[in-house]
C-alpha cells in the first residue's frame, strides 16, 4: 500500500486548519502551531492517521463489505462521485435522507420503487398510460435516481461511513453512531476527532485536500479488491491441492491387506 508523501499534502493545502477562535480543542494534538489567526495542522499526524484509515479501508474491501461515502458540499460533491464509482462503492453527494441508516428498511422501499418504475417504463404498457401521467413517472424516476441512484446496490448497511465534513453531515454521523457503525473522516481544526473512529486531520474545505485523502483511500479499497479477487482465484487450485494431499496421507496410512491362511486338503 503506498504511503502518501508528506509534499502531497503540503501542495494540497491540507495543512490549512480554520481561525484560532473557531478551534476545537480536542484537535489540539493535531495542531502544529498557529500563524496569522489560522491553526497549521501537523501533516505528519495527518500521514499517521491516513494510514490507519488505509489499512482499514483495505481490509473491509478484502471482506467483500460496502463502505459508504457522504459529501454532501459544493467542493467535494464531483470528487467523491467520479474517485468512488470507480472502486464500486456507494456515495450520497446531494440531500442526506433521513433515516438512510436507522431506518434503511424504507429507504430500500424506495430504491425498490425506482425499478418498478424501470420496468413499467420498458413495459408496453407504458405507452398507453397518458402523456401527463408519463410525464410525472419520469419526473419522480428522475428525483429518485437523483437522491438514490448512488446506493441502489446497497443491499445491506455498510461495514463503515466516510465522511468529508463531520459538521455538515452530522445527521450521518449520528445515524453511524448510533448503529455503531464504523466511521471514517476528514476532520478540520474546528471539529472533534474523538466522534470518529478513524479521524484524518486535514483541511475539509479545499477540493485538493479532499482530492489527495479521498484518493489514498481509494487506493487502498482497490487494493483490497484486487487481493480479494486473487483469492478467489486462487481458492480451488488450493482445494485441489488440500484434496489431492489428502488422498496421499490416507493412501500412505491405509494397512496392507493380511494374508488369508491356505486349508490344505489331504489326497485321499
Known amino acids: 500500500m503506498s504511503r502518501v508523501q508528506f509534499e502531497e499534502l503540503l501542495d494540497a493545502g491540507c495543512h490549512f486548519g480554520h481561525?484560532?477562535?473557531?478551534?476545537?480543542?480536542?484537535m489540539a494534538p493535531y495542531i502544529f502551531m498557529e500563524k496569522n489567526?489560522?491553526?497549521i495542522i501537523d501533516l505528519y499526524k495527518t500521514m499517521d492517521k491516513l494510514d490507519e484509515a488505509c489499512a482499514a479501508a483495505k481490509q473491509i474491501a478484502r471482506s467483500g463489505r460496502k463502505i459508504l461515502f457522504v459529501a454532501t458540499k459544493k467542493q467535494a460533491k464531483e470528487t467523491v462521485a467520479s474517485m468512488v464509482k470507480e472502486v464500486?462503492?456507494?456515495?450520497?453527494?446531494?440531500?442526506?435522507p433521513g433515516g438512510m441508516l436507522t431506518n434503511f428498511f424504507t429507504i430500500?422501499?424506495?430504491?425498490k420503487k425506482m425499478s418498478d418504475i424501470d420496468r413499467l417504463i420498458e413495459s408496453p404498457q407504458f405507452n398507453n398510460i397518458s402523456k401527463r401521467e408519463r410525464l410525472q413517472i419520469q419526473r419522480e424516476?428522475?428525483?429518485?435516481?437523483?437522491n438514490l441512484g448512488s446506493i441502489a446496490d446497497l443491499n445491506r448497511l455498510?461495514?463503515?461511513?466516510?465522511?468529508?465534513?463531520i459538521m455538515k453531515e452530522h445527521i450521518a454521523l449520528a445515524e453511524a453512531r448510533k448503529l455503531a457503525i464504523p466511521t471514517f473522516a476528514i476532520v478540520d481544526t474546528n471539529t472533534d476527532p474523538r466522534m470518529v473512529d478513524y479521524p484524518v486531520p486535514a483541511n475539509d474545505d479545499a477540493s485538493k485536500s479532499i482530492a489527495v485523502i479521498l484518493n489514498?483511500?481509494?487506493?487502498?479499497?482497490?487494493?483490497?479488491?484486487?487481493?480479494?479477487?486473487?483469492?478467489?482465484d486462487a481458492q480451488p487450485l488450493l482445494d485441489e491441492m488440500s484434496?489431492?494431499?489428502?488422498?496421499?496421507?490416507?493412501?500412505?496410512?491405509?494397512?496392507?491387506?493380511?494374508?488369508?491362511?491356505?486349508?490344505?486338503?489331504?489326497?485321499?
Not at 19 to 26: D, V
Not at 88 to 96: A, D, H, K, L, N
Not at 216 to 232: D, H, T, V, Y
Request: net charge positive; glycine share 4%; aromatic share 4%.
Open 158 to 165: 455498510p461495514a463503515a461511513v466516510f465522511i468529508v465534513d
Open 108 to 111: 430500500r422501499k424506495a430504491v
Open 37 to 39: 489567526g489560522i491553526h
Open 243 to 268: 484434496e489431492a494431499e489428502e488422498t496421499t496421507e490416507e493412501t500412505e496410512e491405509a494397512p496392507a491387506p493380511k494374508e488369508g491362511k491356505r486349508r490344505r486338503i489331504s489326497a485321499k
Open 141 to 146: 424516476r428522475a428525483k429518485l435516481e437523483k
Open 216 to 232: 489514498a483511500i481509494c487506493e487502498a479499497i482497490k487494493e483490497g479488491l484486487n487481493e480479494r479477487e486473487m483469492n478467489k
Open 19 to 26: 481561525l484560532k477562535r473557531k478551534w476545537n480543542p480536542a
Open 88 to 96: 464500486g462503492m456507494p456515495y450520497v453527494t446531494e440531500r442526506w
